[in-house]
């Protein structure tokens, strides 16, 4: 058995249409599994590259975190093994100014449809003795950040959530990680790449000497949905080119 494959397993990943979300899905798919691309609009770019990459049909699902019990149903109408809770939005405001708005919009999406998404996933896989679960978290699951309150928060929030459920989990079969990428290419740093003073600030700041790209997050994510991973059981993993270790 190759530890690094995904066969025979069927994946669902939240924001699959776009960015880090889509580098998963594929980086799945080309392991082997049966992805289901869920998001809150199409994924068919998403599901036209799975195909590229691998000869099992892939899926979409729409799933819109504004009601953050979306999921509650998924996971009991068909046997899904693996988890990845990629979808989450970010807000920018001064602390002093910020507002409930944004602060609740944020939290619903990053924290509470992602600790139910969770759960619902539990109470299907709990009896069956298996599954993976991949939480997206952040450099801001460790740091502070600036102007990103409600962000900040639920981050620190999952990679919390993460360490909790994989307490009360990993005796039945559950693996909960998370990944925490660093800075990745995608339509969320876009601006802060376009700003030449701050991407040459970050950039100078990451030991590897480069930007993160989606398909680092998405075979990272691989390997904390393989078999290879079982015994890792709450990690909040930095990939993010030496950033947190400068
Ligand atoms: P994108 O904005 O490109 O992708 C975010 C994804 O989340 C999109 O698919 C988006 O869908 C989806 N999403 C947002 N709100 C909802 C909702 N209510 N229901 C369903 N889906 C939703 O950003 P990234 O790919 O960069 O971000 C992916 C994850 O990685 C996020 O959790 C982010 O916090 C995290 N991250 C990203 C970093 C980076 O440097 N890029 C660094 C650290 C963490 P739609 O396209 O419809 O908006």
Redesign the pocket.
């Known amino acids: 058995m190759n530890p690094f494959s995904l066969d025979g397993q069927v994946a669902l990943v ?8 889509q580098a998963i899905a594929v980086a799945l798919a080309q392991a082997g599994a049966e992805v289901i691309a869920a ?3 199409d994924c068919d770019q998403t599901l036209a590259l799975m195909g590229q990459v691998s000869e099992r049909a892939g899926r979409q699902m729409r ?4 009601d953050p019990m979306a999921a509650r149903d998924v996971f009991a109408a068909e046997r899904i093994d693996i988890l990845v809770n ?5 807000r920018r405001a001064d602390a002093v100014d910020f507002s409930e708005a944004d602060w609740d919009e944020v939290m619903d ?2 924290l509470k449809a992602l600790f139910f998404t969770c759960q619902a996933f539990a109470k299907a896989a709990l009896p069956r003795g298996r599954g993976k679960i991949v939480n ?4 801001l699951s460790f740091q502070g950040g600036i102007r990103v309150p409600s962000y900040t928060a639920s ?1 620190h929030g999952v990679a919390g959530l993460t360490k909790l459920m994989a307490n009360e989990w990993a005796a039945a079969g559950l693996n909960v990680n998370a990944i ?5 290419e ?4 876009e601006a802060l790449r376009a700003d030449p003073a701050r991407s040459r600030a970050i950039l100078d700041r990451i030991p590897a000497g480069r930007w ?1 790209r ?1 398909e680092d997050i998405g075979q990272t994510a691989v390997f904390l949905s393989a078999p290879a991973s079982d015994y890792i059981n709450g990690a909040v993993l930095n990939v993010d080119g030496g950033w947190l270790a400068r």
Do not use: E, V
Request: hydrophobic share 30%; charged share 10%.
């Open positions: 939240t924001g699959a249409n776009t960015g880090i979300g998001g809150r609009r799933l819109d975190f504004s990629n979808a989450g939005i970010i999406t990053n997206i978290a952040s450099l981050k925490a990428p660093g800075y990745i995608t339509n969320n740093t993160g989606p």
